[in-house]
């Protein structure tokens, strides 16, 4: 899921319409549905106000967001520094 896809799941999933949700920001429905469609960048003041009219975080937003692979990549690069770590703290220990 991209981010415009993790907002509308989050806005349907909390059964708001795109007018309830655009009322609870301050901006049109129509801006909204161009956020769902990925038509608009979101500022980060946008992606903050959007979280908090959805009941969650904007980590959660951005987390959700993240392609499965990205993810994988990630904790594959953070486990090899770990053990890169311990690598070396173990020689140095001898």
Do not use: W
């Not at 946008?46 to 009941?55: D, G, P, T």
């Not at 994988?72 to 311990?86: D, F, M, P, T, Y």
Request: contains cysteine.
């Amino acid at each position: 899921m991209n981010i415009a896809q993790t907002i509308k799941y989050i806005r349907k999933h909390r059964g708001f319409s795109q007018k309830e949700l655009a009322q609870k920001v301050g901006v049109a429905a129509n801006y909204v549905c161009k956020i769902e469609k990925g038509e608009v960048n979101i500022s980060p003041d946008m992606l903050s106000k959007l979280s908090e009219a959805l009941n969650v975080s904007p980590d959660t937003i951005m987390l959700l967001s993240l392609d499965p692979t990205t993810i994988r990549h990630e904790l594959a690069r953070q486990q090899l520094e770990i053990a890169q770590s311990v690598v070396s703290r173990f020689e140095l220990n001898f």
